[in-house]
Protein backbone atom coordinates (compact mmCIF):
# COMPACT_ATOMS: atom_id res chain seq x y z
CA UNK A 1 0.00 0.00 0.00
CA UNK A 2 1.09 3.57 -1.15
CA UNK A 3 0.20 6.31 1.56
CA UNK A 4 0.14 10.27 0.90
CA UNK A 5 -0.24 12.42 3.61
CA UNK A 6 -2.14 15.96 3.18
CA UNK A 7 -1.48 18.66 5.46
CA UNK A 8 -3.44 21.65 5.78
CA UNK A 9 -1.76 24.40 8.01
CA UNK A 10 -4.14 26.67 9.05
CA UNK A 11 -4.09 29.79 11.66
CA UNK A 12 -5.19 28.39 14.85
CA UNK A 13 -4.32 24.52 13.95
CA UNK A 14 -2.04 21.62 12.07
CA UNK A 15 -4.33 19.02 10.29
CA UNK A 16 -2.42 15.84 8.74
CA UNK A 17 -4.59 13.37 6.66
CA UNK A 18 -3.48 9.83 5.48
CA UNK A 19 -5.02 8.99 2.60
CA UNK A 20 -4.80 5.46 1.00
CA UNK A 21 -3.71 4.84 -2.82
CA UNK A 22 -7.52 5.33 -3.62
CA UNK A 23 -7.49 8.71 -2.34
CA UNK A 24 -9.67 7.67 0.65
CA UNK A 25 -9.70 8.96 4.14
CA UNK A 26 -7.57 6.80 6.47
CA UNK A 27 -7.39 8.77 9.45
CA UNK A 28 -6.32 11.87 10.65
CA UNK A 29 -4.52 14.45 13.44
CA UNK A 30 -4.89 17.72 14.39
CA UNK A 31 -3.00 20.03 16.65
CA UNK A 32 -3.82 23.68 17.35
CA UNK A 33 -2.21 26.21 18.85
CA UNK A 34 -2.69 29.88 20.28
CA UNK A 35 -2.96 33.19 18.34
CA UNK A 36 -1.21 35.74 20.19
CA UNK A 37 -3.02 39.03 20.07
CA UNK A 38 -0.81 40.76 23.10
CA UNK A 39 -1.85 44.40 22.05
CA UNK A 40 -4.51 45.44 19.53
CA UNK A 41 -4.41 44.52 16.57
CA UNK A 42 -1.88 42.07 16.92
CA UNK A 43 -2.54 38.06 15.37
CA UNK A 44 0.68 36.50 15.68
CA UNK A 45 1.75 32.58 15.90
CA UNK A 46 4.68 30.60 17.47
CA UNK A 47 7.37 29.21 15.21
CA UNK A 48 8.56 26.32 17.33
CA UNK A 49 4.39 25.78 18.23
CA UNK A 50 3.52 24.87 14.64
CA UNK A 51 6.33 23.16 14.20
CA UNK A 52 5.62 21.07 17.01
CA UNK A 53 2.66 20.83 15.47
CA UNK A 54 3.84 18.99 12.30
CA UNK A 55 5.88 17.35 13.60
CA UNK A 56 3.67 15.29 16.01
CA UNK A 57 0.73 15.73 13.35
CA UNK A 58 2.67 13.83 11.28
CA UNK A 59 3.73 11.36 13.90
CA UNK A 60 0.42 10.33 14.70
CA UNK A 61 -0.65 9.75 11.40
CA UNK A 62 2.05 7.49 10.10
CA UNK A 63 2.09 5.70 13.80
CA UNK A 64 -1.36 5.01 12.82
CA UNK A 65 -0.84 3.95 9.50
CA UNK A 66 0.73 0.95 11.01
CA UNK A 67 2.60 0.36 8.09
CA UNK A 68 3.90 -3.34 7.22
CA UNK A 69 6.50 -4.68 5.17
CA UNK A 70 6.56 -3.28 1.42
CA UNK A 71 4.13 -0.29 2.26
CA UNK A 72 5.74 3.43 2.57
CA UNK A 73 4.52 6.86 2.63
CA UNK A 74 4.82 8.06 -0.93
CA UNK A 75 4.93 11.73 -0.56
CA UNK A 76 3.51 14.44 2.11
CA UNK A 77 1.81 17.55 0.82
CA UNK A 78 1.04 20.90 2.02
CA UNK A 79 -2.11 23.22 1.95
CA UNK A 80 -1.27 26.54 4.10
CA UNK A 81 -2.54 29.48 5.43
CA UNK A 82 -1.41 32.45 3.30
CA UNK A 83 0.09 36.23 3.89
CA UNK A 84 2.19 35.13 6.98
CA UNK A 85 5.58 36.96 7.05
CA UNK A 86 8.82 35.62 9.33
CA UNK A 87 11.82 37.77 9.60
CA UNK A 88 15.01 36.33 10.28
CA UNK A 89 18.96 37.13 10.53
CA UNK A 90 21.58 35.83 8.43
CA UNK A 91 22.44 33.01 10.77
CA UNK A 92 18.42 31.87 10.09
CA UNK A 93 18.04 33.48 13.61
CA UNK A 94 14.10 34.34 13.86
CA UNK A 95 13.66 37.77 14.30
CA UNK A 96 9.71 37.67 14.54
CA UNK A 97 7.05 35.47 15.12
CA UNK A 98 4.78 34.57 12.87
CA UNK A 99 2.92 38.03 11.46
CA UNK A 100 -0.17 36.18 10.16
CA UNK A 101 -2.59 37.50 7.80
CA UNK A 102 -5.26 38.30 10.37
CA UNK A 103 -2.82 40.93 11.60
CA UNK A 104 -3.91 44.39 11.13
CA UNK A 105 -1.31 46.79 12.43
CA UNK A 106 -0.01 48.22 9.02
CA UNK A 107 -3.07 49.83 8.71
CA UNK A 108 -1.48 53.21 8.35
CA UNK A 109 1.02 52.50 5.61
CA UNK A 110 -1.71 50.79 3.74
CA UNK A 111 -3.82 53.57 4.29
CA UNK A 112 -0.85 55.57 2.54
CA UNK A 113 -0.11 53.22 -0.53
CA UNK A 114 -3.70 53.38 -1.57
CA UNK A 115 -3.60 57.25 -0.83
CA UNK A 116 -0.52 58.09 -3.19
CA UNK A 117 -1.40 55.86 -6.23
CA UNK A 118 1.39 53.58 -5.63
CA UNK A 119 -1.06 50.52 -4.51
CA UNK A 120 -3.00 50.62 -7.61
CA UNK A 121 0.00 50.43 -9.62
CA UNK A 122 1.05 47.78 -7.64
CA UNK A 123 -2.12 45.76 -6.90
CA UNK A 124 -2.46 45.32 -10.80
CA UNK A 125 0.43 43.51 -11.37
CA UNK A 126 0.55 41.25 -8.12
CA UNK A 127 -3.27 40.48 -8.05
CA UNK A 128 -3.20 41.33 -3.98
CA UNK A 129 -5.51 43.79 -2.87
CA UNK A 130 -3.71 46.48 -0.96
CA UNK A 131 -4.54 45.62 2.66
CA UNK A 132 -2.94 44.82 5.77
CA UNK A 133 -2.93 41.05 5.63
CA UNK A 134 -0.25 41.06 2.74
CA UNK A 135 3.29 40.76 3.51
CA UNK A 136 3.90 44.14 1.47
CA UNK A 137 1.97 46.49 4.03
CA UNK A 138 3.54 44.23 7.17
CA UNK A 139 7.29 44.95 5.32
CA UNK A 140 6.39 49.02 5.18
CA UNK A 141 4.97 48.52 8.72
CA UNK A 142 8.47 46.79 10.36
CA UNK A 143 11.04 49.36 8.25
CA UNK A 144 8.94 52.42 9.62
CA UNK A 145 7.81 51.02 13.63
CA UNK A 146 10.71 48.05 14.01
CA UNK A 147 13.77 49.64 12.08
CA UNK A 148 15.75 47.02 14.42
CA UNK A 149 14.12 43.90 13.05
CA UNK A 150 13.62 45.44 9.32
CA UNK A 151 17.93 46.34 9.45
CA UNK A 152 18.78 42.49 10.67
CA UNK A 153 16.72 41.10 8.27
CA UNK A 154 18.13 38.79 5.73
CA UNK A 155 15.91 36.22 4.91
CA UNK A 156 11.85 36.70 4.67
CA UNK A 157 9.94 33.30 4.30
CA UNK A 158 5.92 32.42 5.51
CA UNK A 159 5.32 29.70 8.13
CA UNK A 160 5.31 26.83 5.15
CA UNK A 161 8.81 28.08 3.87
CA UNK A 162 9.85 27.86 7.58
CA UNK A 163 9.06 24.76 7.81
CA UNK A 164 10.34 23.41 4.71
CA UNK A 165 13.70 25.32 5.95
CA UNK A 166 14.04 24.13 9.05
CA UNK A 167 13.33 20.38 7.71
CA UNK A 168 15.21 20.75 4.79
CA UNK A 169 17.25 23.76 5.01
CA UNK A 170 15.93 25.21 1.93
CA UNK A 171 14.76 28.73 0.70
CA UNK A 172 11.79 27.96 -1.68
CA UNK A 173 8.15 29.58 -1.83
CA UNK A 174 5.52 28.52 -4.47
CA UNK A 175 4.02 30.59 -6.64
CA UNK A 176 0.85 29.96 -4.94
CA UNK A 177 1.62 31.39 -1.59
CA UNK A 178 4.15 33.76 -3.38
CA UNK A 179 1.11 35.46 -5.14
CA UNK A 180 -0.51 36.60 -2.07
CA UNK A 181 2.66 38.33 -0.88
CA UNK A 182 1.94 41.75 -2.78
CA UNK A 183 5.49 41.55 -3.97
CA UNK A 184 4.96 38.96 -6.61
CA UNK A 185 4.11 40.17 -10.34
CA UNK A 186 1.93 37.13 -11.66
CA UNK A 187 2.67 37.73 -15.06
CA UNK A 188 6.17 37.20 -15.12
CA UNK A 189 6.23 35.12 -12.46
CA UNK A 190 8.82 36.51 -10.26
CA UNK A 191 9.33 39.57 -7.95
CA UNK A 192 8.14 42.54 -8.52
CA UNK A 193 10.63 45.39 -9.00
CA UNK A 194 8.02 47.95 -8.20
CA UNK A 195 6.86 46.51 -4.95
CA UNK A 196 10.62 45.65 -3.91
CA UNK A 197 11.63 49.33 -4.30
CA UNK A 198 8.25 50.52 -2.20
CA UNK A 199 9.79 48.11 0.61
CA UNK A 200 13.32 48.47 0.28
CA UNK A 201 13.60 44.53 0.27
CA UNK A 202 16.10 42.86 -2.41
CA UNK A 203 15.48 39.90 -4.47
CA UNK A 204 18.05 37.79 -2.13
CA UNK A 205 16.44 38.43 0.51
CA UNK A 206 13.02 36.58 -0.71
CA UNK A 207 12.87 32.84 -1.36
CA UNK A 208 13.23 31.18 -5.27
CA UNK A 209 9.86 31.05 -6.40
CA UNK A 210 9.20 27.27 -7.40
CA UNK A 211 5.61 25.74 -8.97
CA UNK A 212 3.27 23.75 -6.28
CA UNK A 213 4.67 20.51 -8.06
CA UNK A 214 8.59 21.63 -6.64
CA UNK A 215 9.36 18.70 -3.65
CA UNK A 216 12.48 18.43 -1.49
CA UNK A 217 13.94 15.15 -0.20
CA UNK A 218 16.55 14.52 2.19
CA UNK A 219 15.02 15.68 5.35
CA UNK A 220 16.93 16.26 8.61
CA UNK A 221 17.63 12.39 9.98
CA UNK A 222 17.02 13.82 13.91
CA UNK A 223 13.21 14.82 12.34
CA UNK A 224 12.10 11.96 10.19
CA UNK A 225 13.30 9.44 12.57
CA UNK A 226 10.85 11.27 14.88
CA UNK A 227 8.04 10.83 12.53
CA UNK A 228 8.79 7.48 11.44
CA UNK A 229 9.41 8.24 7.58
CA UNK A 230 12.88 7.72 5.74
CA UNK A 231 14.45 11.19 5.18
CA UNK A 232 14.33 10.46 1.39
CA UNK A 233 10.16 10.63 1.40
CA UNK A 234 8.85 13.66 -1.24
CA UNK A 235 7.83 16.68 0.52
CA UNK A 236 5.85 18.76 -2.11
CA UNK A 237 5.53 22.52 -1.44
CA UNK A 238 1.85 22.23 -2.51
CA UNK A 239 -0.18 25.86 -3.08
CA UNK A 240 -2.57 28.18 -0.46
CA UNK A 241 -5.24 27.09 1.23
CA UNK A 242 -7.78 28.94 -0.83
CA UNK A 243 -6.40 27.79 -4.51
CA UNK A 244 -6.64 23.92 -2.97
CA UNK A 245 -10.09 24.77 -1.50
CA UNK A 246 -11.48 25.16 -5.39
CA UNK A 247 -9.52 22.58 -6.95
CA UNK A 248 -10.41 20.46 -3.75
CA UNK A 249 -14.45 20.46 -4.23
CA UNK A 250 -13.68 20.72 -7.94
CA UNK A 251 -14.61 24.06 -8.39
CA UNK A 252 -12.69 24.64 -11.28
CA UNK A 253 -15.13 25.07 -14.04
CA UNK A 254 -16.49 28.60 -15.69
CA UNK A 255 -19.04 29.93 -13.53
CA UNK A 256 -18.55 27.33 -10.43
CA UNK A 257 -17.54 29.03 -7.17
CA UNK A 258 -16.39 27.69 -4.02
CA UNK A 259 -17.12 29.03 -0.78
CA UNK A 260 -15.27 28.12 2.17
CA UNK A 261 -16.13 29.71 5.56
CA UNK A 262 -13.97 28.79 8.55
CA UNK A 263 -12.27 30.74 10.99
CA UNK A 264 -12.78 33.52 8.32
CA UNK A 265 -13.51 32.67 4.47
CA UNK A 266 -13.62 33.39 0.71
CA UNK A 267 -15.58 33.11 -2.27
CA UNK A 268 -13.40 31.90 -5.49
CA UNK A 269 -13.95 30.87 -9.14
CA UNK A 270 -10.88 29.62 -11.51
CA UNK A 271 -9.89 31.12 -14.48
CA UNK A 272 -7.01 30.04 -17.33
CA UNK A 273 -5.03 33.39 -16.52
CA UNK A 274 -4.92 36.22 -13.96
CA UNK A 275 -7.82 38.82 -14.07
CA UNK A 276 -7.55 42.29 -12.51
CA UNK A 277 -10.45 44.35 -11.14
CA UNK A 278 -9.97 47.46 -12.15
CA UNK A 279 -11.37 48.30 -8.71
CA UNK A 280 -9.07 46.75 -6.91
CA UNK A 281 -11.52 44.44 -4.81
CA UNK A 282 -10.86 41.07 -5.95
CA UNK A 283 -7.36 39.04 -5.73
CA UNK A 284 -5.94 36.80 -8.33
CA UNK A 285 -3.70 33.59 -6.57
CA UNK A 286 -1.84 31.59 -8.64
CA UNK A 287 -3.16 27.38 -8.11
CA UNK A 288 -0.25 26.88 -10.47
CA UNK A 289 0.75 28.91 -13.92
CA UNK A 290 -2.45 27.49 -16.02
CA UNK A 291 -4.76 28.03 -13.34
CA UNK A 292 -5.56 31.34 -11.44
CA UNK A 293 -7.81 31.24 -8.32
CA UNK A 294 -10.08 35.04 -8.66
CA UNK A 295 -12.26 35.80 -5.50
CA UNK A 296 -12.50 37.63 -2.20
CA UNK A 297 -11.63 36.75 1.02
CA UNK A 298 -13.76 37.53 4.27
CA UNK A 299 -12.04 38.19 7.56
CA UNK A 300 -15.14 37.42 9.75
CA UNK A 301 -16.62 33.93 9.12
CA UNK A 302 -16.80 31.06 11.56
CA UNK A 303 -15.29 33.15 14.35
CA UNK A 304 -18.13 35.82 14.60
CA UNK A 305 -19.95 32.51 15.23
CA UNK A 306 -17.72 31.74 17.41
CA UNK A 307 -17.77 35.05 19.10
CA UNK A 308 -21.50 34.57 19.59
CA UNK A 309 -21.37 31.31 21.28
CA UNK A 310 -19.04 32.76 23.69
CA UNK A 311 -20.74 36.06 24.58
CA UNK A 312 -24.67 35.15 24.02
CA UNK A 313 -25.55 31.73 24.20
CA UNK A 314 -22.76 30.58 27.15
CA UNK A 315 -25.71 28.73 28.66
CA UNK A 316 -26.33 26.46 25.84
CA UNK A 317 -22.61 26.00 25.57
CA UNK A 318 -22.43 24.73 29.04
CA UNK A 319 -25.50 22.62 28.28
CA UNK A 320 -24.21 20.78 25.33
CA UNK A 321 -20.83 20.23 27.27
CA UNK A 322 -22.92 18.01 29.92
CA UNK A 323 -24.92 16.48 26.98
CA UNK A 324 -21.67 15.70 24.73
CA UNK A 325 -23.34 17.87 21.97
CA UNK A 326 -22.24 20.45 19.66
CA UNK A 327 -23.16 23.96 20.84
CA UNK A 328 -23.41 24.66 17.25
CA UNK A 329 -26.24 22.49 16.73
CA UNK A 330 -28.02 23.84 19.73
CA UNK A 331 -27.56 27.01 18.33
CA UNK A 332 -28.64 26.84 14.98
CA UNK A 333 -31.78 25.01 16.34
CA UNK A 334 -32.47 27.83 18.30
CA UNK A 335 -32.14 30.51 15.09
CA UNK A 336 -33.82 28.58 12.98
CA UNK A 337 -37.01 29.38 14.81
CA UNK A 338 -36.64 32.70 13.41
CA UNK A 339 -37.89 33.43 9.88
CA UNK A 340 -35.85 34.71 6.62
CA UNK A 341 -34.46 38.18 7.23
CA UNK A 342 -34.39 38.13 11.06
CA UNK A 343 -37.93 40.36 11.28
CA UNK A 344 -35.65 43.73 9.91
CA UNK A 345 -32.76 42.81 12.07
CA UNK A 346 -29.39 43.20 10.11
CA UNK A 347 -25.87 41.99 11.54
CA UNK A 348 -22.64 43.68 10.02
CA UNK A 349 -20.19 41.26 10.98
CA UNK A 350 -16.78 43.19 10.92
CA UNK A 351 -15.54 41.80 14.46
CA UNK A 352 -11.98 41.91 13.13
CA UNK A 353 -12.02 44.23 10.19
CA UNK A 354 -12.58 43.84 6.80
CA UNK A 355 -10.91 42.69 3.41
CA UNK A 356 -13.44 41.52 0.51
CA UNK A 357 -15.53 43.38 -0.33
CA UNK A 358 -14.98 46.70 1.70
CA UNK A 359 -11.17 46.32 2.06
CA UNK A 360 -11.38 48.43 5.42
CA UNK A 361 -9.30 47.12 8.17
CA UNK A 362 -11.09 49.33 10.42
CA UNK A 363 -14.49 48.20 9.78
CA UNK A 364 -16.61 47.10 12.93
CA UNK A 365 -19.29 45.20 13.51
CA UNK A 366 -22.92 46.21 14.50
CA UNK A 367 -26.45 45.38 14.73
CA UNK A 368 -28.95 47.61 12.95
CA UNK A 369 -32.56 47.68 13.00
CA UNK A 370 -32.98 46.30 17.20
CA UNK A 371 -36.31 46.42 18.27
CA UNK A 372 -38.70 45.34 21.60
CA UNK A 373 -39.69 42.32 19.77
CA UNK A 374 -36.06 41.28 18.50
CA UNK A 375 -34.23 38.48 20.97
CA UNK A 376 -31.19 36.29 21.57
CA UNK A 377 -32.70 33.91 18.87
CA UNK A 378 -33.19 36.99 16.05
CA UNK A 379 -29.80 38.30 17.03
CA UNK A 380 -28.38 34.91 16.16
CA UNK A 381 -30.11 33.83 13.44
CA UNK A 382 -28.93 37.72 11.79
CA UNK A 383 -25.52 36.65 12.78
CA UNK A 384 -25.15 34.33 10.59
CA UNK A 385 -27.15 36.00 7.66
CA UNK A 386 -24.85 39.00 8.40
CA UNK A 387 -21.67 36.77 7.38
CA UNK A 388 -23.58 35.45 4.29
CA UNK A 389 -24.85 38.99 3.44
CA UNK A 390 -20.84 40.21 3.12
CA UNK A 391 -20.28 36.69 1.14
CA UNK A 392 -22.86 37.67 -1.59
CA UNK A 393 -21.34 41.79 -1.72
CA UNK A 394 -18.41 40.13 -2.22
CA UNK A 395 -19.77 37.60 -5.26
CA UNK A 396 -21.31 40.70 -6.79
CA UNK A 397 -17.98 42.20 -7.17
CA UNK A 398 -16.55 39.28 -8.84
CA UNK A 399 -19.18 38.79 -11.48
CA UNK A 400 -18.24 41.87 -12.22
CA UNK A 401 -14.99 40.79 -13.20
CA UNK A 402 -15.09 36.87 -14.48
CA UNK A 403 -19.09 36.94 -15.11
CA UNK A 404 -22.00 35.21 -14.00
CA UNK A 405 -21.97 32.61 -11.07
CA UNK A 406 -23.58 28.96 -12.17
CA UNK A 407 -23.41 26.97 -9.30
CA UNK A 408 -21.61 27.07 -5.84
CA UNK A 409 -19.32 24.28 -3.90
CA UNK A 410 -19.06 24.56 -0.43
CA UNK A 411 -16.57 24.01 2.20
CA UNK A 412 -15.33 24.75 6.13
CA UNK A 413 -17.09 24.49 9.07
CA UNK A 414 -20.15 26.45 8.17
CA UNK A 415 -20.69 23.15 5.37
CA UNK A 416 -22.01 20.99 8.62
CA UNK A 417 -24.69 23.00 9.15
CA UNK A 418 -28.35 22.45 7.16
CA UNK A 419 -29.67 26.18 8.54
CA UNK A 420 -26.62 27.84 6.68
CA UNK A 421 -26.40 25.69 3.90
CA UNK A 422 -30.24 26.54 2.80
CA UNK A 423 -29.37 30.26 3.85
CA UNK A 424 -26.35 30.56 1.31
CA UNK A 425 -28.87 28.76 -1.58
CA UNK A 426 -31.66 31.44 -0.56
CA UNK A 427 -29.17 35.12 -0.73
CA UNK A 428 -27.77 33.60 -3.64
CA UNK A 429 -30.63 31.82 -5.36
CA UNK A 430 -27.29 29.63 -6.32
CA UNK A 431 -27.87 25.75 -5.68
CA UNK A 432 -25.15 25.12 -3.04
CA UNK A 433 -23.48 21.56 -3.28
CA UNK A 434 -21.55 19.79 -0.55
CA UNK A 435 -19.12 17.53 -1.48
CA UNK A 436 -18.75 14.04 0.16
CA UNK A 437 -14.96 14.76 1.23
CA UNK A 438 -14.95 17.46 4.50
CA UNK A 439 -10.73 17.27 4.19
CA UNK A 440 -10.85 19.11 0.52
CA UNK A 441 -7.51 21.26 1.13
CA UNK A 442 -6.03 17.72 1.86
CA UNK A 443 -7.33 15.89 -0.72
CA UNK A 444 -5.93 18.97 -3.02
CA UNK A 445 -2.42 18.94 -1.77
CA UNK A 446 -2.60 15.15 -2.42
CA UNK A 447 -3.86 15.14 -5.90
CA UNK A 448 -1.27 18.06 -6.70
CA UNK A 449 1.74 15.58 -4.75
CA UNK A 450 0.45 12.96 -7.07
CA UNK A 451 0.72 15.58 -10.39
CA UNK A 452 4.04 16.20 -9.24
CA UNK A 453 5.41 12.67 -9.00
CA UNK A 454 4.25 11.62 -12.48
CA UNK A 455 1.06 9.38 -10.84
CA UNK A 456 -1.85 11.49 -13.05
CA UNK A 457 -1.82 13.50 -15.72
CA UNK A 458 -3.45 16.61 -14.87
CA UNK A 459 -5.61 18.70 -11.55
CA UNK A 460 -8.82 17.10 -13.11
CA UNK A 461 -8.05 13.67 -11.76
CA UNK A 462 -9.78 15.20 -8.34
CA UNK A 463 -13.09 15.23 -10.25
CA UNK A 464 -12.86 10.99 -9.51
CA UNK A 465 -12.82 11.17 -5.76
CA UNK A 466 -15.27 14.31 -5.33
CA UNK A 467 -18.91 13.62 -4.34
CA UNK A 468 -22.01 15.02 -3.91
CA UNK A 469 -23.46 14.33 -0.30
CA UNK A 470 -25.92 17.02 -0.90
CA UNK A 471 -27.54 19.40 -3.37
CA UNK A 472 -29.63 22.89 -1.44
CA UNK A 473 -31.96 24.30 -3.77
CA UNK A 474 -33.08 27.87 -3.16
CA UNK A 475 -36.19 28.32 -1.07
CA UNK A 476 -38.94 30.67 -3.37
CA UNK A 477 -40.49 31.56 0.22
CA UNK A 478 -37.63 32.86 1.42
CA UNK A 479 -36.37 35.17 -2.25
CA UNK A 480 -38.79 38.32 -0.82
CA UNK A 481 -37.08 38.88 2.62
CA UNK A 482 -33.74 38.92 1.23
CA UNK A 483 -33.88 40.33 -1.92
CA UNK A 484 -35.16 42.94 0.55
CA UNK A 485 -32.80 43.32 2.84
CA UNK A 486 -29.67 42.85 0.64
CA UNK A 487 -29.72 46.80 -0.68
CA UNK A 488 -30.16 47.73 2.43
CA UNK A 489 -27.39 45.67 4.25
CA UNK A 490 -24.95 46.94 0.93
CA UNK A 491 -25.77 50.54 1.49
CA UNK A 492 -25.41 50.77 4.89
CA UNK A 493 -22.10 48.60 5.14
CA UNK A 494 -21.20 51.83 2.42
CA UNK A 495 -22.46 54.58 5.03
CA UNK A 496 -20.88 53.27 8.08
CA UNK A 497 -17.74 53.22 6.40
CA UNK A 498 -17.17 56.85 6.85
CA UNK A 499 -17.13 56.22 11.01
CA UNK A 500 -15.29 53.20 10.97
CA UNK A 501 -12.38 55.04 11.10
CA UNK A 502 -12.69 57.28 14.00
CA UNK A 503 -14.42 54.42 16.23
CA UNK A 504 -11.42 51.94 15.78
CA UNK A 505 -9.23 54.71 16.73
CA UNK A 506 -11.45 55.61 19.74
CA UNK A 507 -11.13 51.96 20.41
CA UNK A 508 -7.10 51.86 19.78
CA UNK A 509 -7.10 54.86 22.66
CA UNK A 510 -9.38 53.67 24.98
CA UNK A 511 -8.33 49.69 25.13
CA UNK A 512 -7.36 48.08 28.07
Known amino acids: MEYMIGVDLGTTSTKAVLFDDKNQVVTSANKGYPLYRDVPDMAEEDLNEIFDALIEALTDVVRAADLKEGDKIAAVSFSSAMHSLIAFDKNWKPLTRVITWADTRAVK ?49 GIKEYLFHRLFGSNKMDISIASGTGLFNIFNLDWDEQALAVT ?12 PYEYETNMVAEYAAVIGIPVDTPFVYGAGDGPLSNLGVNAVKPGVAAITIGTSGAIRVVADEPVIDP ?83 NARGSFFGLNHSHTRAHMLRSVLEGITFNVYMVSLALEEVVGGLKS ?66 PDPENFEAYRELAPIFIRLSRQLQTEYENIANYQRKHSK
Do not use: C
Not at 309 to 328: C, V
Open 408 to 473: IQATGGFARSPLWRQMFADIFEQPVTVPEAFESGSLAAVIVAQKALGKIDDLYEIEKYVGASNTYQ
Open 109 to 157: YTEELKSNGLGAQIYKKTGTPIHPMAPLSKLLWLKEEHHDVYENAAHYL
Open 200 to 211: GVTKSQLPQPVE
Open 279 to 361: KGRTFTYALDKDHWVVGGPVNNGGDVFRWARDNMFDAEKSTAALLGEDAYDLMTEIASRIPAGSEGLIFHPYLGGERAPIWDA
